[in-house]
């Protein structure tokens, strides 16, 4: 299955608007118990692709290529991307896909701001992958820290973006494009205001910002600044991302996957609340780039670029905007330190 939707970017190049999200998807996997009960289901199912199943994110992205994924999101803060590339590889050598049908994005950690580290940064991440070069280049949050700087933050861990304006990053990211080590470059957790400030003095205009997007953070002003100014949106976290870390969660969050309306609508369709999700995401026209370790569920969410949505059911999903975050970015806000949750969203 190769019919997957594209967004197209200014220099032909296209970009599936389903992909598969590997935040979460350390290199350990599910547990061993798990791994073999999946394995031997798939088996028994004898389900198609006949590809080895363990639960790790080795097999899962593998499974993923075998099954019609296009695109793959990445970062090196999520510590799986030498994984990813052995994954990579390996199908690149098997003849399932050539490097010129994947689509991959990865991005720059915030230690990496200083214009000096954003090359090794992204040199680092290609060895890893395996790869020579990415499709999609992003500046992971705009927030500086320290080189080798780890969580948990303090105060002395982060650098200010008066004293490591986002622009000089950027001007690095833009010589990226020129060398060819990326094809395209963007951001991610960016607010209208830090985008407006970077296509007023950027060579190079983001092309991609990537944002939590789902029916209960919708952000209609920052989907339609974006659209009116050639800047494609995807969707992370869109399905609420309840196998996030315990330090983000809260006893009160709401439950994506259990809203009633989202049960309704799947009801109608014949579909899952989870498929609605996502092709809600796809007809808003943003990119989309679900998570999953499990086989069924893998191709269960590529198969709801298929699923079309009444006008009535956009409406229905519009009325249950929450502007509820359940990534905020709080784990940037420490103690005498240069972040806020009011200057990272410019709230
Ligand atoms: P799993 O990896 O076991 O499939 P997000 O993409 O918003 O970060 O959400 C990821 C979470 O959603 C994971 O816990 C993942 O579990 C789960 N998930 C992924 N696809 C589906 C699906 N089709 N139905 C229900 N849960 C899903």
């Known amino acids: 299955m190769n019919d997957i939707d594209t967004v197209k970017f200014s220099n032909g190049d296209q970009m599936p608007v389903l992909g598969l999200g590997t935040w979460k998807s ?57 994984k990813i590339g052995r994954a990579l590889a390996d199908s690149f050598k098997a003849g399932i896909v050539t490097r010129e049908q994947m689509w991959i994005t990865s991005k720059l950690w915030s230690d990496c701001h200083d214009p000096q580290d954003v090359q090794p940064a992204l040199e680092e991440t290609l060895a890893n992958l395996q790869l020579e070069y990415l499709d999609l280049y992003l500046m992971h949050w705009p927030v500086a820290m320290k080189k080798g700087s780890t969580f948990p933050m303090t105060s002395e861990k982060l650098i200010s973006l008066h004293d490591l304006p986002i622009l000089d990053t950027w001007r690095a990211m833009e010589s990226l494009v020129d060398k060819g080590l990326c094809r395209h470059i963007g951001v991610s957790n960016f607010s209208i205001a830090k985008l407006q400030n970077l296509l007023d003095d950027a060579e190079r205009p983001p092309e991609m910002n990537q944002v939590e997007l789902h029916p209960y953070l919708q952000q209609p002003s920052l989907l339609d600044f974006c659209h009116k100014n050639n800047i494609h949106l995807t969707a992370y976290s869109p399905l609420g991302s309840s196998d996030r870390p315990e330090s983000l969660k809260t006893a009160d969050d709401p439950i994506l996957l259990e809203e009633p309306t989202m049960a309704a609508i799947a009801k109608r369709h014949g579909v899952t609340p989870a498929q609605v999700l996502l092709s809600w995401a796809i007809q808003r026209g943003t990119v989309v780039i679900p998570k999953s370790f499990n086989p069924e569920r893998l191709r269960q969410n590529l198969a709801s670029a298929n699923v079309v949505l009444t006008a009535e059911d956009m409406q229905a999903i519009a009325a249950l905007d929450l502007d509820y975050r359940y990534v905020d970015g709080a784990f940037w806000q420490v103690p005498g330190g240069p972040y806020t949750l ?6």
Do not use: M
């Open 26 to 82: 350390s290199s350990g996997g599910i547990k061993q118990k798990a791994k073999r009960a999946i394995a031997a289901a798939y088996r028994l199912l004898g389900l198609e692709p006949r590809q080895s199943f363990t639960g790790d994110v080795y097999s899962t992205v593998r499974y993923a290529i075998a099954a019609g994924y296009r695109h793959i999101d990445c970062a090196h803060v999520y510590g799986n991307e030498a």
């Open 342 to 347: 009011e200057n990272i969203w410019d709230l």
